[in-house]
């Protein structure tokens, strides 16, 4: 690999939610997901000055923080099988050349998010969030690159009754979206105020290292089928929606 094809914009970071499926006290498996975001003022813009790896680690500690707690006050528990824990969030920055300078983990108390009610559908599927860094069915020229994606841990086997077809209700979908964009409005609004270059905020996105760019995500999308890690069946009809990013309400 080049060197040129792993560069990272100033400022890009990632938030990995670490899960576990836990049965009799025993991990069965284990299912993370992640998303790209970048420090930004306000307006938009980029720090007047970058950020040192000291103010990365201070970003690092406040943002795993407030991402666990935006997951354990946004979802609905009872979406999740009672045997599913959130074990931490890792929050991590990387260099220029791609390597991680700065990362943490949280929480580092006792108290752990799990779900609410039922068994796990298999481990292997997943609800795939997409977010677009333009406006879905519209045409761009790197529309390729301003896409990315986020596999949900497994569901409860609950969250299928009533449905019929193995796939989630339009309400559902709808929810779901709402409940991410609010997750992603309670990370950018929490306080960090303690944090050197205070005033500054996390907005979520895509790191693309070929253009050595950051496109910050306008709609966040789903479809009702619940994937095996994306390995659809050849024409399975699905519905998709989509939702302006932190619009939710």
Same mark, same amino acid.
């Given at each position: 690999?080049?060197?040129?094809?792993? &560069?990272?914009?100033?400022?890009?970071?990632l &938030?990995?939610?670490?899960?576990s499926?836990?049965? *009799?006290?025993?991990t069965?498996?284990? #299912?993370?997901f992640?998303?790209? @975001?970048?420090i930004?003022?306000?307006?938009?813009?980029?720090?007047?000055?970058?950020?040192?790896?000291?103010?990365?680690?201070?970003?690092?500690?406040?943002? !795993?923080?407030?991402?666990?707690?935006a997951?354990?006050?946004?979802?609905?528990?009872?979406?999740?099988?009672?045997?599913? @824990?959130?074990?931490?969030?890792?929050?991590g @920055?990387?260099?220029?050349?791609g390597?991680?300078? #700065?990362?943490?983990? =949280?929480?580092g108390?006792d108290?752990?998010?799990?779900?609410?009610?039922?068994? !796990? +559908?298999?481990?292997?599927? #997943? &609800?795939?969030i /997409?977010?677009?860094?333009?406006?879905?069915?519209a045409?761009? !020229?790197?529309a390729?690159? $301003?896409?990315?994606?986020?596999?949900?841990?497994?569901?409860? *086997?609950?969250?299928?009754s009533?449905?019929?077809?193995?796939?989630? *209700?339009?309400?559902q979908?709808?929810d779901?979206l709402?409940?991410?964009?609010?997750?992603?409005?309670?990370?950018?609004?929490?306080?960090?105020?303690?944090?050197?270059?205070?005033?500054y905020?996390? +907005?979520?996105?895509?790191? *693309?290292p070929?253009?050595?760019? @950051?496109?910050?995500? $306008?709609?966040?999308?789903c479809?009702?089928?619940?994937d095996?890690q994306?390995?659809?069946?050849?024409?399975?009809v /699905?519905?998709?929606? /989509? +939702?302006?990013?932190? =619009?939710?309400?």
């Open positions: 690999m080049s060197v040129l094809s792993i &560069l990272i914009p100033d400022q890009c970071g &938030l990995t939610w670490n899960f499926n836990r049965i *009799s006290g025993v069965s498996d284990v #299912a993370e992640g998303c790209a @975001f970048k930004l003022d306000i307006s938009g813009e980029d720090p007047v000055t970058p950020m040192s790896e000291s103010v990365m680690l201070e970003w690092c500690n406040a943002m !795993a923080l407030a991402a666990y707690d997951w354990a006050s946004e979802w609905t528990a009872d979406y999740f099988p009672f045997t599913l @824990f959130l074990d931490n969030v890792r929050c @920055f990387r260099g220029t050349d390597l991680t300078v #700065a990362e943490a983990y =949280s929480p108390s108290v752990v998010w799990h779900g609410g009610t039922g068994y !796990a +559908l298999p481990w292997q599927s #997943a &609800l795939v /997409s977010n677009y860094g333009y406006t879905p069915g045409f761009d !020229a790197g390729r690159r $301003k896409r990315g994606r986020s596999y949900l841990p497994e569901f409860a *086997s609950t969250i299928l009533g449905v019929g077809d193995g796939a989630l *209700s339009p309400a979908v709808t779901m709402n409940q991410w964009d609010q997750m992603w409005q309670a990370i950018r609004g929490a306080d960090y105020d303690s944090v050197d270059m205070a005033g905020l996390p +907005l979520p996105g895509i790191v *693309s070929t253009d050595h760019a @950051f496109w910050p995500t $306008k709609y966040w999308r479809d009702q089928i619940i095996t994306r390995r659809r069946r050849n024409r399975e /699905s519905a998709y929606q /989509s +939702l302006e990013v932190l =619009s939710s309400t």
